[in-house]
Every structure is written in C-alpha cells, then in structure tokens.
T-cell receptor, first 113, second 111 residues
Framework: EAGVTQSPTHLIKTRGQQATLRCSPI?????VYWYQQALGLGLQFLLW???????NRGNFPPRFSGRQFPNYSSELNVNALELEDSALYLC????????????FGQGTRLTVV | DQQVKQNSPSLSVQEGRISILNCDYT??????FLWYKKYPAEGPTFLIS?????DKNEDGRFTVFLNKSAKHLSLHIVPSQPGDSAVYFC??????????FGAGTILRVKS
C-alpha cells in the first residue's frame, strides 16, 4: 500500500514568490493535515482538510492557504514568501476526521532565499 | 501557549539500557495520545498510542504510560538500540481535531 506522498521533495523560492506544495494521502483516507517544522522547532499545525472542506487552521497568517480536491489530495499554498517560511512542510493523512492515527509523508523542504 | 510539552530537548542512553521519554500536557480534555519517531529527512512515523481509558500500552520494546491525574505520559524503550536514535514527538489528539505536538526529544543511543 502506497503511503502519503508529497511533492516536490525540495523547493527553492525567492522572497515574495508563491510556493505550492502537494500531498496525496493514503488511498481511502479522507483527512489531510499540514504541519510546518521550522529549524529547531517542533511540528506546528497549519491546516486540516476533511471531505474537501477546511476544518481547522493553526495560528498562521492568511497567506498560508490550501485546498483539498475531490480525490482527497491536497495543496498547500504560501503566498508572499518570507525568509522565515523556510521549513520542512509535512502532510499527514488519516482514515477519517477522528484522526486516531495520522500517517506522514516525507515532507517538502522549502527554502526561501 | 504550549499544550503539549517535552521538557527534555535531548537524551543520551547506552545501548541495552532503558530510554524514558517524558511528555506533559495541560488540557484535561485530551483523550488520546500518540508517540511519533522521526529520522532526519523523513516524515514522522507512528510508534505507539494510548487512550485515556488506559494507563499503559505495550508494543514490543515500547511501552507508553499515562498518568491522567498528573497529565503526564512517558515512553519507555527497553532495551534501547542504536537504531532507536531519532527525534521522538509526543502528540495529543483532542477528539476529532488536529494533533497537537510537543517540541520533540532527540534520543541518542550509544553503542
């Protein structure tokens, strides 16, 4: 069974640009979560999508947004990139919104220069 | 305000000995807890979980203990192996909501 897949693995952008990160959940999983892990920090919750709807968002500015498609894959968009957005972005999926166990992808390393 | 706290940034243990990783939480509504292991350049991997109706859960070398009155849980790894060297994240799951993670503890198992 394929796990959670994220693309691209690495992404380099300049300040002010937009970044789009993609996530494909495990087949049959309807909930997708996005987390940011900045250098030296733990995992910070960004967004939660379930059944195509945004269910919750963390304490991040509106330039962090996303969506979930009918096939449950998801995109994370970061507009007006700032240097401090450089981080590992992790996507996780769970079989439903109860989220008793979430499975993570390998992450996208975003570097803003 | 951190709702899940892992106060030890790192832990070093000799191979074969017990590793004990600790985690405290502040929200008494949390009812499900998970431990994740993360190697460099990889996503976190689910390790073990425990529901608030239990005080202990075992899976092979890994045991998680939950003390609800103290709002404290711990992960025991016995015996520790060099391959256990990783970052360990404690997480709480407020029912039907996002996972809330601690900052992580780096475990180094020396051979």
């Amino acid at each position: 069974e394929a796990g959670v897949t994220q693309s691209p693995t690495h992404l380099i952008k300049t300040r002010g640009q937009q970044a789009t990160l993609r996530c494909s959940p495990i087949s049959g999983h309807t909930s997708v979560y996005w987390y940011q892990q900045a250098l030296g920090l733990g995992l910070q919750f960004l967004l939660w999508y379930d059944e195509g709807e945004e269910r919750n968002r963390g304490n991040f500015p509106p330039r962090f947004s996303g969506r979930q498609f009918p096939n449950y894959s998801s995109e994370l968009n970061v507009n007006a990139l700032e240097l401090e957005d450089s981080a590992l972005y992790l996507c996780a999926s769970s079989v439903d919104s109860l989220n008793t166990e979430a499975f993570f992808g390998q992450g996208t390393r975003l570097t803003v220069v | 305000d951190q709702q899940v706290k892992q106060n030890s940034p790192s832990l070093s243990v000799q191979e074969g000995r017990i590793s004990i990783l600790n985690c405290d939480y502040t929200n008494s509504m949390f009812d499900y807890f998970l431990w994740y292991k993360k190697y460099p350049a990889e996503g976190p991997t689910f390790l073990i979980s425990i529901s608030s109706i239990k005080d202990k859960n075992e899976d092979g070398r890994f045991t998680v203990f939950l003390n609800k009155s103290a709002k404290h849980l711990s992960l025991h790894i016995v015996p520790s192996q060099p391959g256990d060297s990783a970052v360990y994240f404690c997480a709480a799951n407020p029912y039907g909501n996002k996972l809330v993670f601690g900052a992580g503890t780096i475990l180094r198992v020396k051979s």
